[in-house]
């Protein structure tokens, strides 16, 4: 996986600029703990128990279809900002990374960025980051939890790991919020259903 660093300020502007964010729109993401063999050695070396967050951007006026972008190792962050996503910013001198909204408030601080352009197929971002091996890889230890995120203008959804269930979090832009959480069996169901509903998508 060949991942290109955010190093200084020029590399975010030039990155920003690339994309034409108003007619791009976020389709995937997922969160974690680990530190993959594609972090840079620098920032996995220097460990931090902070969240990854890795996104996936169906692009306009960029090189390829879509933006794979992580943030690594994040401290602050709105999440609603991340669907309505600028590269507006500022790179310390530590390479770390702070993302401002219009208003120029901040709304993303993280250790690092990295990314990559990726040519994709309609059906093919979705269960991108599953499909690619970014999930589940060997590095991942087996009793890691493991997170899932996604989002768009109105909804939240958030999934996590605990022992054999898996926790789902909803929260609606009105601020209502749901949580249940889902057994091993009916985790299976689920995968099932979702497999069959996406067969049928690619196929009709």
């Known amino acids: 996986m060949n991942y290109t660093p955010i190093d200084k300020q020029s590399d975010l502007d030039s990155l920003d600029a690339d994309i034409c964010w108003d007619d791009s729109t976020l389709v ?7 530190w993959p063999s594609y972090f840079p050695n620098a920032i996995a070396s220097s460990g931090g128990l902070g969240f ?50 219009a208003s120029g408030a901040s709304f993303l601080k993280c250790a690092k960025i990295i990314y990559r352009f990726i040519d994709l197929e309609h059906h ?38 605990i022992d054999r269930e898996v926790e789902v979090l909803m929260s ?5 919020s749901q949580q249940i959480k889902l057994n091993e069996t009916q985790i299976e169901e689920l995968a099932k259903f979702i497999t069959q509903m996406r067969l049928r998508n690619i196929t009709s």
């Open 124 to 161: 093919e971002q979705f269960g991108y980051f599953i499909e690619s091996g970014v999930v589940g890889t060997n590095e991942l230890a087996s009793d890691e939890a493991l997170n899932l995120y996604v989002s768009d203008s109105n909804t939240h959804l958030l999934l996590s790991t």
């Open 172 to 176: 609606e832009g009105s601020g209502h």
């Open 52 to 101: 990854h967050y890795h996104c996936l951007y169906e692009v306009c006026s960029a090189e390829k279809s879509h933006l794979e972008i992580v943030f690594i190792n994040v401290e602050d962050l709105n999440h609603r900002e991340l669907v309505e996503m600028t590269l507006s910013g500022r790179v310390l001198y530590n390479s770390e990374v702070v993302l401002v909204n």
């Open 28 to 34: 995937e993401s997922y969160v974690s703990q680990q």
